[in-house]
């Protein structure tokens, strides 16, 4: 027991490790009026501890430089890429994802990264910060500027 | 307490722990292929295979070798009698697969543990007809082996004889009689109501 | 005897574990007579899921997902199996950093474990402080591979990261900070009257019997079986290391009994092994240079294995114990057959002649001794066979037995 103690009295004079992120307590009023604060500038927030150089989050997507070649569809364990036939391009699920980056080893343009985001959490699994890439408002943008230019010819 | 560098470097044990008796004589750790030459004068045509050797290590290249068996099942039970004679082989787990007409169980042993680079892998393939695959239990010479044994009979449909406890390990109890999930001759219907894909559900 | 045996189911509901499992003891008083095994509540069927749908790169990241603890172990003994199925050679290099990654986990698993191992004897100063220092390790991890865990290092014929000079410092410097700690570590721990007091003679696995119930890892070594792959077989990098297994005569000086406390022992100096390891590691890995995968492009290597016909094992000193892979490929996008054996599968068994003849308050520390990747709360059931009345008795009770049990060994030291 007494060397234990030793370590535990050598705690109380340090400083605690976590880091109160993103703030120490909560003001005393509802969520919606916190978020306005913030938005205000009133409240301060702690900024959260560095991640790593090599750090795995939110997967990030060039939706411009796909050639739609479904490579990354062969390798997710997941299956959390889909491919769009429309416009040739992939949807991906984050909510599925595995944040494993073999999709973006096999890319042969290079086009997915993995970004430093990990603030991820959503009301729902298929909400719409969830998804990205060639969603239905992307497929439905593209059939439009389609049009203008079948249009103009 | 401690010791400079624990772990590394010549282990501290009694000599004694590296020899066996085999024939009533005390041995060392044999080779890999002399293990499997003493294994085929013994058992002669029952038993055929092959010793495959791998290398290992960067800058110390070392090879450890793998025997690979094939034997007649009638005969299984005796090989691994054979085994326990020289030491108390370690069963790391049984495979298997469905091979067509036959089951076909790879027993993964090895012999010779506790000795510096010496442990040779035998994995012992016996195949069993499917209209009647019956293999003798190793749980009398080995209890540990019992897990294994009732995962393979529920998993391939393997009748292993003799084996003190039959019931069922990993699937439920709801799974239909005569389903063997590692099979690949099951009714499509009922491999169809078993079996979900979640990700093409939508979930 | 008879007439006074109860009945004690322990379980299914394990969400820790890899397989949930059961126990139904038969107790006499405080003293369990006889354990029966129900297993497999969370069999989660990812053999069947890899030979059905997936190709053998999307298998590595289901094998690191059998256990998040041992999330190296699964894909090294995986990708092993694959390699000698198909006749690929990793580079040299590669096979340095999958040690070192592997050396890595081990550090942390074992420091997990014995703040595990505390919580169950209810020393919790303990649990926070070994937990306290096992941050550092995971903070090498996260620096080298882009996670705490789940670190997706492997593939099949190499690693997909290389490890830097950066990275090698920091190992180093982490490295540092474990020799500096562990001085304390076994004060705290080993050398601690309670822990030995609460430890010594429970869950006694004799050397016969632990050869016989095929255990593995730190349980047959506990019991003074010298049994480590890294040792008897060395695959990788550790071929150019003298390691050899810990076995806990070494270091206590007595007689190796086979209890809870030799098991104990054996897991903290292993993790004094694997810094010890890992320094020789780091000198080999700068003085390796090369490639780290032995082919660059990912499709190449898919067309070869869906080409490939063969089978081969894989085999891995996981911190539980041996991880056994056995893949067969036969000219198909998926894995023909694909058994994984994790250590515990094998341990399992050897908890029977533990738990025979100790008491319920040591059935919590007996459990964990084998390192189940056993957390959380459990519940059992105490059926009263004489009078059929039967009362729910939560973990947390059988814990708090324990928690006075060892109350009463410090007020008897005191």
């Known amino acids: 027991m007494f060397p234990v103690a030793i370590e535990v009295l050598k705690q109380m004079i340090k400083r605690p490790f976590t880091n109160p992120y993103p703030a120490k307590y909560k003001p005393k009023v509802t969520l919606t009026e916190v978020v306005e604060l913030v938005q205000k500038g009133k409240i301060k927030l702690n900024p959260p501890v560095e991640v790593p150089e090599g750090f795995r989050g939110r997967i990030a997507y060039n939706i411009e430089e796909c050639i739609g070649c479904q490579l990354c569809i062969k390798v997710c364990p997941s299956r959390a890429i889909e491919f769009v036939p429309e416009v040739k391009k992939v949807k991906i699920y984050i909510s599925r994802c595995t944040f494993c980056s073999q999709c973006n080893d096999i890319c042969p343009k290079k086009c997915l990264s993995m970004s430093k985001e990990f603030e991820l959490a959503d009301y729902e699994k298929y909400g719409k910060s969830l998804i990205i890439g060639a969603t239905e408002d992307y497929v439905k943008k593209v059939e439009k500027e389609k049009k203008t230019a079948d249009k103009k010819e | ?203 | 005897m008879a007439e006074k045996t109860f009945t004690v189911p322990i379980g299914p509901i394990h969400p820790a574990l890899k397989e949930i499992e059961s126990f139904i003891l038969t107790v006499d008083g405080e003293r369990v007579v006889n354990v029966e095994l129900d297993l497999g509540y969370s069999h989660r069927g990812l053999e069947y899921i890899v030979t059905h749908r997936c190709n053998p790169i999307q298998a590595i990241y289901i094998a690191e997902r059998i256990c998040g603890i041992c999330s190296t172990s699964h894909p090294y003994a995986y990708v092993q199996s694959m390699e000698h199925a198909a006749g690929i050679t990793p580079p040299e290099r590669a096979e340095i950093i999958r040690a070192i990654i592997g050396e890595l986990e081990r550090i942390h698993s074992h420091i997990l474990w014995a703040g595990v191992a505390a919580h169950e004897i209810g020393f919790d100063t303990l649990l926070h402080w070994t937990w306290k220092i096992r941050e550092n390790v995971l903070d090498v991890l996260e620096a080298i591979t882009g996670n705490r865990i789940n670190y997706a290092m492997f593939t099949i014929g190499g690693v997909r990261r290389d490890i830097d000079e950066k990275g090698i410092r920091q190992i180093r410097s982490s490295l540092q900070f474990y020799r500096e700690v562990f001085d304390t570590f076994v004060a705290t721990f080993i050398e601690d009257t309670t822990v030995k007091m609460r430890t010594r003679d429970v869950g006694i696995l004799t050397r016969e019997e632990a050869e016989k119930q095929v255990a593995v890892g730190p349980t047959a070594r506990g019991s003074g079986v010298p049994k480590d792959v890294r040792y008897d077989k060395p695959y990788s990098a550790y071929a150019d290391l003298d390691i050899y297994p810990i076995v806990p005569d070494e270091f206590t000086h007595e007689e190796t009994k086979g209890d809870v406390y030799d098991r104990i022992v054996v897991r903290i100096f292993e993790v004094l092994q694997s810094v010890h390891i890992l320094e020789d590691l780091c000198d080999l890995l700068e003085s390796t240079p090369g490639p780290i995968t032995y082919q660059q492009n990912l499709v190449v290597v898919l067309n070869q294995l869906k080409r490939a016909v063969g089978e081969g094992i894989g085999r891995h000193e996981a911190p539980r114990g041996e991880v056994f892979h056995y893949s067969m490929l036969n000219k198909r996008e998926q894995p023909v057959v694909w058994k994984v054996r994790a250590p515990t599968y094998n341990n399992y068994a050897s908890w029977i002649p533990m738990m025979k003849g100790t008491q319920i308050a040591d059935i919590p520390i007996v459990i964990a001794s084998i390192d189940p990747c056993l957390s959380c709360a459990d519940r059992m059931t105490v059926v009263d066979e004489r009078t059929g009345k039967s009362r729910v008795m939560t973990l947390q009770e059988m814990r708090e037995m324990g928690w006075r049990k060892t109350k009463e060994i410090k007020r008897r030291v005191a």
């Open chain 2, 1 to 203: 307490m401690r010791k400079k560098r624990a772990g590394m470097g010549e282990a501290p044990y009694k000599k004694d722990n590296e020899t066996f008796t085999y024939d009533g004589k005390k041995v060392t750790a044999y080779p890999a292929e002399k293990l499997f030459d003493m294994i085929k004068e013994d058992f002669g045509e029952d038993v055929e295979g092959e010793v495959k050797t791998f290398t290992a290590g960067v800058k110390k290249k070392k090879e450890y070798k793998e025997i690979w068996l094939k034997v007649k099942r009638e005969r299984f039970h005796e090989l691994v009698e054979w085994m326990s004679k020289i030491q108390v082989p370690h069963l790391a787990v049984a495979s298997g697969r469905d091979a067509g007409e036959e089951i076909e169980l790879i027993y993964h042993f090895s012999l010779f543990y506790g000795i510096r680079d010496s442990e040779v892998s035998l994995c012992v393939k016996v195949s069993l007809p499917k209209e009647d695959p019956v293999i003798d239990t190793i749980t009398d010479i080995l209890p540990g082996a019992l897990i294994t044994e009732r995962e393979k009979q529920e998993m391939l449909g393997v009748k292993v004889k003799n084996i003190p406890d039959p019931r069922r390990v990993f699937t439920s109890d709801e799974l239909p009689e005569g389903y063997y999930p590692w099979r690949n001759d099951n009714d499509p219907e009922v491999e169809k109501e078993l079996v979900r894909d979640l990700s093409k559900e939508g979930l």
